[in-house]
């Protein structure tokens, strides 16, 4: 499985960036897509993500009510609308893929995720 993500790019506190991964390749019928993002100098910590389907989507509380994610699974595409972006969002942003049942994924832990992009760099502005 290949992950393409775009949408990066610098902005200004306040303003709104896209962000999309395309997944290619094999792939079982159900797999979730979520977001990680990595600060300069920091650990990669979990963003969001949204299940197989849709109905399901979480959030880290930092982003919570400023990103929103979404699918297009006819596309096989996440989507990760950021709106109200602080310097504080700065990171390398990456997709992933996991294709443990929910019930049992551990959606914060980049070890439950099975594949991965090559990340796209998201810069804020102060």
């Known amino acids: 499985v290949q992950l393409q993500a775009c949408g990066g790019g610098l902005v200004q506190a306040g303003g709104s960036l896209r962000l999309f991964c395309a997944a290619s390749?094999?792939?079982?019928?159900?797999?979730?897509m979520g977001w990680f993002r990595q600060p300069v100098g920091k650990e990669r910590e979990f963003v969001s993500l949204v299940s197989w389907n849709g109905d399901s989507t979480y959030y880290a509380d930092s982003v919570k009510a400023r990103f929103t994610i979404s699918r297009d699974n006819a596309k096989n595409t996440v989507y990760l609308q950021m709106n109200s972006l602080k310097p504080e969002d700065t990171a390398v942003y990456y997709c992933a893929v996991s294709q443990t049942p929910l019930y049992r994924l551990r959606f914060k832990s980049p070890d439950d995720y099975d594949y991965w992009g090559q990340g796209t760099l998201v810069t804020v502005s102060s």
């Open positions: 390749g094999r792939t079982s019928a159900r797999y979730h």
